[in-house]
């Protein structure tokens, strides 16, 4: 099974590099764009017998820090 | 009665020799070394550092590796018997990923890998770790991060302020720092983490001494003056 977690910073919490990101692409002339908020994304290949309580779980305790980020988790068809 | 600590190295540890030459120095007695792949730590610890430098090579985020590894156990269960945990730099990242610390360090707001000397303002000297200070002593000690931007929500900076668990705050612009932290302690005020390094201002050929006070009040606390 493989599982997407998207993981982001949470409203209200400064992104220095996302903001470094929005000055460059206006640098590059893309006009229009408002904000950029970077995150990152986990590419999970697990076996189809681990829950999803696990799979919360190794969000909350390891991929995402709870304290300044939230996480999403996708089931991708293999 | 000999002053009895550890210093913790990670893979990618930096500053846990120089941590070690602070506390010999300062205390007179040399401290055990751990590994992080260990899960005890020696017995009757008074004192326990957790150092600077890019543990894991700062994968995931900084300090998140570190903070789930083994000796980190029997960190967390030693801070909770009330054993003293010092982190610096690299170790303050650990000490809030691992939940012993509110808040996070997130990149400086800056963007830019800040290294200097920079005037910290001593928040509370009340403290285990900040006694031999003033309240509004402003001190210099060496910074070097890239991650050192503390954040907490609202409520928890409101929470430190009022309980007197902000130890340091810049005195200057560094990193973009809630409120200008530069250092918190738990509510129990056994754990403290900070981005400056104290370790680095202790003898005149650094430039400074200004850290010295740190580890002198933690040591005179602990085994009496």
């Given at each position: 099974m493989k599982v997407r977690v998207h993981v982001s910073l949470k409203p209200?919490?400064?992104d220095p590099q996302g903001r470094a990101i929005h000055h460059s692409l206006e640098g590059l002339g893309f006009a229009?764009?408002?904000?950029?908020?970077?995150?990152?994304?986990?590419e999970l290949d697990v076996a189809d017998s681990v829950s999803d309580e696990?799979?919360?779980?190794?969000?909350?305790?390891?991929?995402?820090?709870?304290?300044?980020?939230?996480?999403?988790?996708?089931?991708v068809a293999a | 009665?000999?002053?009895?600590?550890?210093?913790?190295?990670?893979?990618?540890s930096n500053c846990d020799r120089d941590m070690a030459v602070a506390l010999e120095k300062v205390a007179?007695?040399?401290?055990?070394?751990v590994w992080h792949g260990d899960s005890e730590l020696p017995d009757g610890l008074d004192f326990i550092a957790v150092p600077g430098g890019f543990s894991y090579?700062?994968?995931?985020r900084c300090g998140a590796i570190a903070s789930r590894s083994p000796i980190m156990q029997a960190v967390i269960a030693a801070a909770g018997r009330g054993v003293p945990v010092l982190g610096v730099c690299n170790g303050f990242q650990v000490l809030t990923e691992s939940g012993l610390l509110p808040g996070a360090l997130l990149r400086n707001a800056?963007?830019?890998?800040?290294?200097?000397e920079v005037s910290?303002?001593?928040?509370?000297?009340?403290?285990?770790?900040?006694?031999?200070?003033?309240?509004g002593q402003v001190i210099r000690v060496p910074v070097a991060h890239h991650d050192g931007n503390y954040f907490a929500d609202e409520a928890t900076l409101d929470r430190l302020e009022g309980e007197g668990r902000v130890a340091f705050r810049y005195a200057e612009d560094v990193n973009g720092s809630a409120r200008s932290i530069a250092g918190v302690l738990n509510d129990a005020g056994n754990v403290l983490g900070m981005m400056p390094h104290p370790e680095r201002a202790i003898e005149a050929t650094h430039g400074g001494t200004d850290g010295r006070g740190l580890f002198e009040s933690a040591i005179r606390g602990l085994v009496g003056a």
């Open positions: 209200g919490v400064l229009g764009v408002n904000d950029v908020r970077a995150g990152r994304l986990f696990a799979i919360d779980e190794m969000c909350r305790k390891l991929l995402a820090n709870m304290v300044i980020e939230n996480y999403r988790i996708e089931k | 009665m000999a002053f009895n600590s550890a210093v913790i190295t990670f893979p990618g007179g007695t040399a401290p055990h070394r090579g700062d994968y995931l800056g963007l830019n890998f800040v290294c200097r910290l303002e001593v928040g509370n000297a009340q403290s285990l770790f900040t006694s031999a200070y003033e309240t």
